[in-house]
């Protein structure tokens, strides 16, 4: 299949207590790396975004299956607000294929919506595909965190500016 047609057959739709085993399955995919010992997510910790009517939690379908997710909170008390990406993620077999860009220009609409002008995240040091992907999503490094994610595993903040007006995808 053509990419388009590929990534035209992915729908994003916010996350629901039913698609908890294949976000469990993502996370087990996604993040059993050295660098991400103490990050993993949990079923209670799904469970808490799930409920949080202030964070944003997508998640990317392909042929029925959910194969990526992403999630994070609108701090709304400040002014203006900000948001913040905590995971994202894309089964491998579909890396690469432009679910994880659908995954965060979605997630971007939907912040906007709250009138965020700012999204930070942080990603390990160590994950040369991870920053690439954020760069590529005009993401800026902003402030090196040492030992982030462990003893000698820093982490790299970066932010995003939201400057264009919002416009439905
Ligand atoms: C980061 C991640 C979500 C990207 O998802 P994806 O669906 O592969 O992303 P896309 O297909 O939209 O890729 C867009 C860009 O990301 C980067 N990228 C994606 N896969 C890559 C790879 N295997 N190697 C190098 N760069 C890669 C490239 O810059 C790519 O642009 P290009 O297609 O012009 O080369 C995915 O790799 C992933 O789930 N990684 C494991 C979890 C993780 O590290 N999350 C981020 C920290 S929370």
Redesign the pocket.
């Known amino acids: 299949m053509p990419e388009e047609q590929e990534q035209s057959a992915v729908e994003i739709r916010p996350a629901r207590s039913e698609d908890m085993d294949a976000l469990l399955g993502i996370e087990r995919q ?2 059993n790396v050295y660098f991400y010992d103490y990050y993993m997510l949990d079923r209670r910790q799904f469970e808490c975004y799930l409920q949080d009517p202030e964070c944003i939690f997508l998640v990317a379908v392909h042929t029925g299956r959910v194969v ?1 997710d992403i999630l994070g909170p609108v701090e709304t008390w400040r002014d203006p607000p900000k948001a913040h990406i905590d ?4 089964l491998p077999e579909v ?7 659908r995954l965060l220009r979605a997630f971007l609409n939907e912040v906007r919506r709250y009138g965020c002008t700012r999204v930070t ?1 942080e ?1 390990s040091t160590a ?4 920053l ?2 954020f760069m ?1 999503h005009s993401f800026r490094k902003t402030r090196l965190l040492p030992d982030y994610y462990g003893r000698g595993l820093p982490g790299q903040l970066m932010t995003v500016e939201l400057t264009s007006p919002y416009r439905a995808s």
């Open positions: 996604c993040f990526g995971s994202i993620g894309v890396q690469h294929q432009g679910i994880g860009t995240l990603v994950n040369a595909t991870g690439a992907f590529k």
